[in-house]
């Protein structure tokens, strides 16, 4: 998986809880993504950093915050996790911008 | 209506068919043309990655894409049954930092 490892891999959690997934590259990539993937919906972006404390917004990024202090972790925080965020989450890095994406293994969430 | 369509399946044909996965796309800014395949509880991985209109081949999978119409293939000959899985087209904008993702084709090869 291109040097990408996401944690955990399997997360059960209860509605109201914070939670943490992280994301840790060892391509020195510019680029991170958080991507979430539900049925009938494909991937959708969440947040996406370019650089270390640069983050921005993706399609659907209501309900998750996401920091990057280092350039190999990218961060994602469901601050009071729903049952709507119940999904798989994948993070992604690329060199540039319009550059190839590699993905993690991805982290099953199921909120409870 | 999305910005990228893709027709869902499930896709079914026997071992050694030539298969055709396309998408549709409404962005004419879209530049890069990228094809990932996934497997059931995988990351999506890259197959081929495109710049602009034109076609690319590598070994047994071809990528075609025509701007004018807005439309991108992935061609897959002697198909087997370890090409069973998920395709999903992603396109991005010149100067464009986001992958924009078809919904993804799952695909299943039989013996």
């Known amino acids: 998986d291109a040097g990408i490892t996401q944690s955990p891999r399997h997360k059960v959690t209860e509605t109201g809880t914070p939670v943490t997934l992280r994301c840790h590259q060892t391509?020195?990539?510019?680029?991170m993504y958080w991507y979430r993937q539900d049925p009938g919906h494909g991937l959708r972006l969440i947040h996406y950093?370019?650089?270390?404390?640069?983050?921005d917004k993706g399609e659907v990024s209501d309900g998750y915050s996401v920091s990057r202090s280092k350039t190999e972790d990218f961060l994602l925080t469901l601050e009071s996790a729903t049952s709507s965020q119940t999904s798989v989450y994948f993070c992604?890095?690329?060199?540039?911008?319009?550059?190839?994406?590699?993905f993690g293994a991805g982290t099953r969430l199921s909120v409870l | 209506q999305k910005e990228v369509e893709q027709d869902p399946g499930p896709l079914s044909v026997p071992e050694g068919a030539i298969v055709s996965l396309n998408c549709t796309y409404s962005n004419s800014a879209f530049q890069y043309f990228m094809w990932y395949r996934q497997y059931s509880r995988k990351g999506p991985e890259l197959l081929m990655y495109?710049?602009?209109?034109g076609n690319k081949e590598d070994g047994r999978f071809t990528a075609q894409v025509d701007k004018s119409s807005k439309y991108i293939s992935l061609f897959i000959r002697d198909s087997q049954p370890s090409d069973s899985a998920t395709y999903l087209c992603a396109m991005v904008a010149g100067g464009g930092n986001k992958l924009t993702f078809g919904t993804g084709t799952q695909l299943k090869v039989e013996l």
């Open positions: 950093s370019y650089g270390v404390k640069d983050t």
């Open positions: 391509e020195n990539h510019r680029y």
């Open positions: 992604a890095i690329s060199d540039k911008g319009q550059d190839i994406q590699y």
């Open positions: 495109t710049y602009s209109s």
